[in-house]
């Protein structure tokens, strides 16, 4: 019997301590009539049920987050121990246990049980794992619906082409209101007004200059909070009263943070469109610049003077003109009648034997806030999403959430390390404001749904990207952004 007789290194399987967890799906493509998994990311103490896939009624998947590292485990199947001869095993003392190691850093090097075999089948390209991969992708058919080159270079060139046509006064609204800063205005009050009107970031006026010079973001919030908190700072609580947007851009705390990966500091020039651009150039900057929203700024002077702000451009605006004209002539495009997990798209939970270069970031609410703010920065992500002990879905954290620290000064009298994800949710929702909608939060989707659907849903003002779930469990599959799509059609 392998629960409870584990030796104790065998026990913790290696695993490199840590918050972040990868999700991971494991598959039994042999059937039986109930499937269990157990290893030493359980401390070989717990049974994990593994369900049928749907379509698939002998394949059987669970997925679990592990830490970075190595780690045994086995199946359950029918009352019997198990393992997979397809995918690496170790023959030892207490039997014989699949193995897997996961190495989010490239210069991480487990020291690894010698007797590990490879296992019939360990190639990711061997056709034989291949198929079992693709009956785990399976939602209601056998086979994955596939597109031509041909179909997806045509659809591709048809969305560019529309956009390439259409103008960023399609984007305008009849009506309605756009908040810029003043750069001498308090960082601190700045962050409260972002919040308060429930907006990601707002474009930047210089009174003296005449122009707008840039933007304040959640993501400067972030940054502030993280230089409070370190040991040196010479940024203080007092001080954020009275500093002022202008003096942090220009901070020595700031330009150490905006560099180029060699040591040296760079300036971000003030990122914009007219209203004449083409939708196609307003969704490259967006995306090559890596911002959420290109200010629309307008002049009639030759010499730009006196601009005027007119919008903020959006994936998701564009996005709304992209499904309103192929609305009702989808079928000059076949690739939006595909489920998302037929094309690339997506950031996705990596199945066991396949490589893991860019992982699903996903955190426990008991979670320190620090965590979720070290993700936000380093991983490059707007949102994380927050799960339960199954991988469930129960929320999700945003960059801008963050500033709802800014009310009543709450960054004052908190501790970043000691207050956890859950509880800094739990203190959004205390200063909820009417602009965000909080169903608008945990947008999900399904594996299944068609690229049609899916973009139909991030065309909803307010919504940035799709949590993809497994229908029921709502364990979390993936998650699909705006910028994903775009990424996708424009490349």
């Known amino acids: 019997m392998l629960i409870g007789n584990m030796d ?9 301590a840590g918050t972040v967890l990868i999700p991971m799906r494991f598959v039994w493509p042999y059937g039986g009539r109930s499937v269990y998994l157990s290893g030493s990311f359980t401390r070989w103490s717990e049974l994990l049920q593994m369900s049928p896939v ?3 009624p002998s394949v059987f998947q669970v997925i679990h987050s592990l830490a970075p590292g190595y780690h045994q485990y086995k199946f359950f199947v029918d009352g019997e121990w198990q393992h997979d001869e397809h995918q690496p095993y170790i023959s030892g003392e207490y039997g014989i ?5 996961l190495a989010t850093d490239p210069n991480f090097t487990p020291i690894l049980p010698p007797n590990i075999s490879s296992g019939s089948n360990m190639d990711v390209d061997n056709e034989a794992f291949q198929r079992v991969v693709r009956l785990t992708d399976v939602s209601l058919n056998e086979v994955l619906p596939r597109i031509s080159d041909v179909d997806l270079q045509t659809s591709r060139q048809r969305i560019s082409a529309f956009l390439s046509m259409r103008t960023a006064y399609e984007l305008l609204p009849e009506s309605g209101k756009v908040v810029a800063l003043d750069v001498d205005l308090p960082v601190k009050q700045a962050f409260h007004i972002l919040h308060e009107q429930g907006i990601p970031m707002a474009p930047l006026w210089d009174f003296c200059k005449g122009q707008f010079v840039g933007v304040l973001s959640a993501l400067d919030f972030i940054l502030i909070l993280r ?5 040196g700072s010479n940024l ?8 002022t947007i202008s003096a942090w851009k220009e901070g020595k705390s700031y330009l150490n943070r905006q560099n180029n990966g060699h040591g040296t500091s760079i300036s971000r020039l003030f990122i914009h469109a007219g ?14 610049n890596e911002v959420s929203t290109v200010p629309i700024v307008h002049s009639s002077s030759e010499d730009g003077s006196f601009p005027q702000l007119l919008h903020l451009a ?21 690739i939006l009648q595909l489920p998302i997990c037929a094309i690339p798209v997506g950031t996705w939970v990596p199945k066991i034997g396949e490589s893991n270069r860019r992982p699903l970031a996903m955190l426990r609410p008991s979670a320190p806030l620090t965590s979720a703010l070290n993700l936000l920065v380093q991983a490059q992500v707007s949102s994380i999403p927050i799960v339960d ?4 879905l129960l929320d999700i954290y945003c960059r801008s959430d963050i500033t709802a620290l800014a009310m009543d000064r709450a960054y004052t009298h908190i501790n970043l390390d000691e207050m956890t994800v859950h509880q800094a949710l739990q203190l959004g929702q205390d200063s909820y404001n009417p602009n965000e909608l909080r169903s608008q939060r945990c947008q999900m989707c399904l594996r299944s749904d068609s690229l049609h659907k899916v973009m139909e849903l991030l065309a909803n003002p307010g919504v940035r990207r799709l949590v993809i779930v497994e229908a029921g469990s709502k364990r979390v599959e993936g998650i699909i952004s705006l910028s994903d799509i775009f990424k996708f059609f424009l490349g």
């Open 227 to 231: 230089e409070i908190g370190s040991h």
């Open 275 to 288: 209203p004449y651009d083409n939708l196609k150039d307003i969704a490259m900057k967006i995306l090559q």
């Open 8 to 16: 104790p290194s065998a026990r913790d399987g290696g695993v490199v």
């Open 314 to 334: 959006s994936l998701s605006g564009i996005l709304e003109c992209i499904c309103r004209y192929f609305r009702h002539c989808s079928s000059s495009l076949p």
């Open 54 to 56: 749907e379509g698939c």
């Open 97 to 101: 246990v699949n193995t897997v190691l």
């Open 389 to 392: 002990d199954s991988d469930s």
């Open 236 to 243: 203080t609580e007092e001080e954020l009263e009275t500093h």
